[in-house]
Structure formats: C-alpha cells, structure tokens
C-alpha cells in the first residue's frame, strides 16, 4: 500500500525560505515519479516539480525553475522540495506525489503561507 506523507508546511515571509518533505512508502516499481503539485486559493492544481527515481531526471514548472529544488534520497524512500526566493504567489496547499504518472498517489496535503 503506498503512503506518501507531508511534513508541516509553514508560513514564511517574502523572500524566505522553505523546505518541505516527504516520506514515500510502499511503491514496488524499480523505478517511479515522485513531484509536488500545489493548489493556490481559487485556482487550478498545478505540478510544481517532479524527479523520476531511476535515473534523477527532474522537471520544474517555469514558476518556480531557479527558485526550487526537488530531491530524492532513495535510501530513505524520501522526496524534498527546497524553496528558496518564496513569493506571495507561492502560497498553496503543496501535495507530495507518486507513480508512473507521477500522479497515481498523493499525501494529504500540507499548507505554505507566504505573508509579510
């Protein structure tokens, strides 16, 4: 059974930063996706960033490509998000995901707040 789980998201003023992690369990593939997607207040999810285990691959949305950093450390079955230069706009619920879509399973969610 795969489980991906959030740690505590926050709230952060502008041009600060943020990490965010997630502990993924229970995938049997040799290799998957794992990527954060996020939803802001009143607008549509969107996928932040993805890595692809097998191999390192990464894919950054171009919101966010010079100011995030996804990571994975296989042998702690964990993915992180570093956020660096956060904007108001950066402000939504981050989702961890996983699969071959890279979107087969999500955590629960876990809320950022970029205020001042």
């Known amino acids: 059974q795969v489980q991906l789980v959030e740690s505590e998201g926050g709230s952060v003023q502008p041009g600060g930063s943020l990490r965010l992690s997630c502990k993924a369990s229970?995938?049997?593939?040799?290799?998957?996706?794992l990527a954060w997607f996020r939803q802001a207040p009143g607008k549509e999810r969107e996928a932040v960033a993805s890595i692809w285990t097998g191999n390192g691959n990464t894919y950054y949305s171009e919101s966010v490509k010079g100011r995030f950093t996804i990571d994975h450390d296989n042998a702690k079955n964990m993915l992180y998000l570093e956020m660096n230069s956060l904007k108001s706009e950066d402000t939504a619920m981050y989702y961890c995901t996983g699969g071959e879509t890279c979107k087969d399973y999500w955590g629960k969610g876990t809320l950022v707040i970029i205020s001042s």
């Open positions: 229970g995938f049997t593939y040799s290799a998957y996706c």
